[in-house]
């Protein structure tokens, strides 16, 4: 082994002469991609160099069971005790799985499942954990954090870490490095070792492309009066506004439209949330299942299976499916919950990323009723991961997404709805399901984008967010060039606020908004309005509209 710490032990001569050599029948242990070799490399590097409490982050589709599966084998080649720590009860077989595919023996800290303390790796729930002690005085010399974002932050994680195992090696693997809490990885680790990006990993050919459908935040749930607990909108409040029969027969019928017949997951708000859109598909002839807490390891694997298969096309649930589900095959996700929660987000996203050549899948589709991508952002847009700490959290490898008050300038994070410094409210009263779910992209799709057409329906949607929020046209060619990084060609304005052939009110209106913009814009008046409105509108129009206007004064 490369690092000292994981260094192979001498065999004893006394062993050698009182154990007589048994063949080993090993699996063949799984196949490590480069990256995941570069991974682990790196891995022993930090090690090398002294670093002892160490982030591994390594999104959906890199390969978190093959890599952590690779350290822990290499601990036991290299004579090492190793603890692991789960979250999830689910996730201790999942784990076993793991390690027996590495040949690898083990024994267990979880109810139910049998005690082998001699064991050179302990698969250890940490609730288990916390009604145990004996693994207190156990001789780790490697604690592995698995979905580290929680395992360590649980009061059982912070005491190996901190108390009882303080001088081991502890690796703490994630896919979400930024939580919603106060405290962060970077608080407790000392620095990171990373997998490629989620774009890098799509351009290799290891995580499905996506699509993003989602529909205008005017038309979504209102979210005004969601009050926020321990960091994350409080789920009470969220189902009042979210379980709503509108809401809930709305997806299905944009599901008809763009994701018939495709494998489906639906991350609810809570049980009764997920039972009333499951209850809603059946209604509509299509097969619906839900998957909760409460459902019983071998339910949870026949529903999977029946996913898996075709014979279910529909499963939603209620924070079961977001961490430890691994169906490659399924297409579509649909985000019901809102969340602050990055981590959240791209766990949900991350199930449907997954490649599946064995069932024909092309790529992922989310159809996004929660705000969530424009909260949290888009996975393709992570240009890097960092180890964020409470005083300087930066998110899941890039600025946490902000806006601009448009009353008085302050910049704010993306989910806030109420200006700490105006009051100024981004959502007022308003009806919601008005409007269809149309395509939506990540900065980095859009600046890839060429098809003069899509082109011309994205600064389409900006100028009409302009126009709705009442902010001037050089607001819609910022924001276009901020996604797309291309300026907007000028006859591109024709038709977007109202298409080809808006009314005269439609026209009186434009002729309004335009006027408040130049007013706002410091004086830009005449010239400037023409110019816009034949934009807008077209040729010779602002003489039409004129005359007209001229005549209702009449």
């Not at 816009?532 to 509209?545: L, Q």
Request: proline share 6%; with cysteine; glycine share 8%.
């Amino acid at each position: 082994m490369p690092d000292s710490s994981l260094s192979t032990s001498p065999i004893s001569e006394e062993t050698e002469l009182d154990q007589p050599p048994v063949p080993e029948t090993r699996p063949e242990p799984p196949k490590l991609r480069l990256y995941q070799v570069q991974l682990v490399n790196d891995l022993y590097k930090e090690l090398n160099e002294g670093h002892k409490r160490i982030a591994i982050i390594a999104g959906t589709g890199a390969g978190k069971t093959i890599i952590s599966g690779q350290i822990c084998a290499h601990a036991e080649e290299a004579g090492k005790r190793l603890m692991f720590l789960v979250h999830l009860d689910v996730l201790v077989g999942q784990t076993y799985e793991k390690m027996k595919a590495f040949g690898l023996q083990c024994g267990f800290i979880k109810a139910g499942w049998e005690e082998n303390r001699d064991a050179p790796i302990q698969i250890a729930s940490i609730q288990t954990m916390a009604k145990r002690r004996w693994w207190q005085k156990w001789p780790a010399d490697v604690v592995f954090y698995d979905e580290g974002h929680i395992t360590l932050f649980s009061q059982v994680g912070k005491k190996v870490m901190l108390k009882t195992h303080p001088q081991a090696v502890h690796l703490v693997m994630t896919a979400t490095p930024l939580r919603l809490g106060k405290e962060q990885l970077g608080d407790y680790l000392d620095t990171l070792v990373s997998s490629p990006v989620p774009n890098v990993l799509q351009d290799m050919g290891y995580l499905a492309t996506m699509k993003y459908y989602s529909m205008p935040r005017d038309s979504m749930a209102n979210l005004e009066d969601v009050k926020t607990a321990r960091g994350d909108y409080d789920e009470r409040d969220l189902k009042n506004a979210c379980d709503r029969t509108e809401l809930v027969e709305k997806i299905v019928e944009e599901w008809f439209r763009i994701g018939h017949k495709k494998r489906t997951i639906a991350f609810c708000v809570d049980i009764e949330h997920a039972n009333n859109v499951a209850k809603a598909f059946r209604k509509a002839g299509i097969s619906a299942d839900t998957v909760d807490g409460n459902t019983s390891i071998k339910d949870r694997k026949k529903l999977y299976h029946a996913l898996k298969t075709g014979e279910l096309l529909v499963l939603t649930s209620c924070n079961v499916i977001s961490i430890g589900f691994d169906e490659p095959s399924v297409e579509v996700g649909l985000m019901l919950r809102p969340t602050k929660s990055s981590a959240m987000h791209f766990q949900q996203l991350g199930r449907v990323m997954r490649i599946s050549p064995q069932t024909g899948k092309a790529y992922g589709i989310i159809l996004d009723q929660a705000g969530n991508l424009e909260r949290l952002g888009f996975p393709e847009d992570v240009e890097e991961y960092s180890l964020p700490t409470k005083n300087a959290s930066t998110g899941d490898g890039g600025a946490a997404p902000t806006k601009p008050c448009p009353a008085c300038g302050r910049i704010v994070l993306a989910f806030i709805v109420k200006c700490p410094d105006c009051a100024h409210q981004w959502i007022s009263d308003r009806p919601i399901n008005t409007e269809d779910m149309i395509e939506i992209y990540s900065k980095s799709q859009a600046s890839q984008i060429r098809d003069v057409p899509t082109l011309i329906e994205l600064y389409h949607g900006h100028r009409r967010r302009a126009f709705k929020k009442g902010r001037g046209p050089a607001w819609a060619d910022r924001a276009f060039y901020e996604q797309c990084d291309r300026e907007p060609h000028p006859s591109w304005c024709y038709g977007s606020l109202f298409g080809a052939r808006p009314t005269w009110d439609e026209q009186l209106e434009i002729v309004d908004y335009l006027y408040e913009s130049a007013r706002r814009g410091g004086g830009k008046m005449g010239d400037w309005v023409i110019q816009e409105f034949e934009k807008e509108v077209g040729p010779g129009s602002w003489f039409k509209i004129a005359e007209y206007k001229s005549r209702l004064e009449e």
